[in-house]
């Protein structure tokens, strides 16, 4: 497969005004973007592509990439506008060597910000998200949920941005394949799951369940704390909580490999 | 608890020869560092004096951290220098921004590469790792192998260097805890393994037995390999090899994050 001419535009200035929101990336990720984000690289571009939530709104690829990715250009509506540059030009534009050579826009619906009430009753696996606020570890905690198919995560405020260009590359596209929602309060989180019959666990390395013993609901929730100070003490209480085994005097998991342990164990535990 | 003056090495001029091996931490982790490495951070120390296989060389401290490892100070020899600057002072010897404020060089003995023969039988579980090349999975891979307890690592010459800094960081000390082993090929490790009685699964996607359903060996190493390329084709034909069950369309784990999940699951098979 190739792609003809005529769909490609062509950028040879840098400072060419079509390109504006490929400008300065690393810059630009200081301050929130308002309503799109930016996808990096081939892996990330099929998610993006396979998927409908988030519209793309224009690519900018290197002038040999282009046939790398002929299937998924031919597989994106006309409207698009598919952006080709040599690497010198690329670079310019995104202040940066950007080696992948494949960089997308797309775009943020206004829609997405609050789950649905009631909770779809497909949703069998939910992960409740507490104050991660470490973009690897969101990106990891998401590509661990596509991986083993989470429905669905809830963020509480104090939770950073999945849709963040270093955790959309960590999550292998995994942002953009597992539904997410940003919840007013834990406190909301949580009562809203309850009021949908579905079970909220909290993993803790001071939980009381060995995860391992563990009975999970048909219809589960899976809380998971910040890494540094963990969940608040509340909810610690309040929840039932699990714990992983370790061996003694290192008791030190990162969040986003705890969740994929807990999410096997859930796996397995309801022989999916 | 605190640290007398005596005690400590002020440092106030960059360019003093004795904080040499701090020097340009950046630049100098390109090349090879001979005999020795460099810990940051005060979870790193702690676990550096816990143990004895690399001993502590010096540190280099921020005028305003020393009270707070007083007591790790004081767990290590008199005659290990404790060098002392100001921010500035500190950054311009580094190179970089320190915001740690902890820095320490430890010593890599030479007789550490080589496993021993026999391999101790206390070693139940033992990790193999194959052409992991890059210095956050390594990190990871030992941060789970210290929290699960492995007893020991072997690395085939295709793997970077666990001592590199970046890897040490991300280990949180793991790699100063878990002791590692070179081998002369994976040929060799393998042998080595079976003629000691302990039994060889290799982790891969492709894997025929589901992890879940997995009974290890009560002496059992694990096979991870490179995330890119996996292991070769020659060792998933050869070895038992697990797979992890995942969601249709998404079989993608980070390969630290696929060990976790193996480790756990084999704790869990076993009872531990």
């Known amino acids: 497969m190739t792609v003809s001419e005529s769909r490609l535009t062509r950028i040879t200035d840098p ?29 990330v571009l099929q998610v993006l592509v396979a998927q409908d939530r988030f519209p793309v709104h224009s690519l900018l690829v290197l002038e040999n990439r282009v046939g790398g990715i002929a299937d998924l250009i031919g597989a994106m509506p006309e409207s698009v506008p598919v952006y080709c540059a040599a690497q010198d030009v690329m670079d310019a534009i995104a202040g940066f060597h950007i080696h992948r050579g494949i960089l997308a826009i797309a775009r943020i619906p206004d829609n997405i910000a609050i789950p649905p009430e009631p909770l779809p009753a497909s949703w069998r696996t939910v992960l409740l998200l507490s104050g991660i606020s470490n ?45 997410f929602f940003r ?36 219809r589960q929730a899976l809380v ?23 061996a003694p005097g290192f008791d030190s998991l990162n ?18």
């Open 15 to 43: 400072a060419d005004p079509r390109i504006e929101a490929y400008r300065d990336i690393r810059e630009r990720d200081l301050v929130r973007r308002h309503g799109h984000f930016i996808a990096e690289g081939k892996t």
């Open 135 to 179: 973009h690897d570890n969101m990106g990891g905690i998401f590509r661990n949920a596509a991986a083993f198919g989470v429905d669905a995560v809830l963020l509480d405020p104090q939770c950073c941005d999945p849709l963040y260009r270093k955790a959309v590359r960590v999550s292998v596209g995994g942002v953009l394949r597992v539904p």
């Open 255 to 272: 969040v986003a490999t705890a969740g994929a342990v807990a999410l096997h164990q859930l796996r397995t535990a309801r022989g999916d």
């Open 224 to 246: 998971l704390g910040s890494e540094g100070h963990g969940l608040a003490p509340e909810w610690l209480t309040r929840l039932e909580t699990l714990s992983i085994g370790m």
């Open 183 to 218: 919840t007013a309060s834990m406190q909301d989180a949580v009562e809203r799951l309850g009021r949908n019959g579905v079970a909220v666990a909290a993993l803790s390395p001071a939980g009381r369940i060995d995860i391992a013993n563990w009975k999970p609901a048909s």
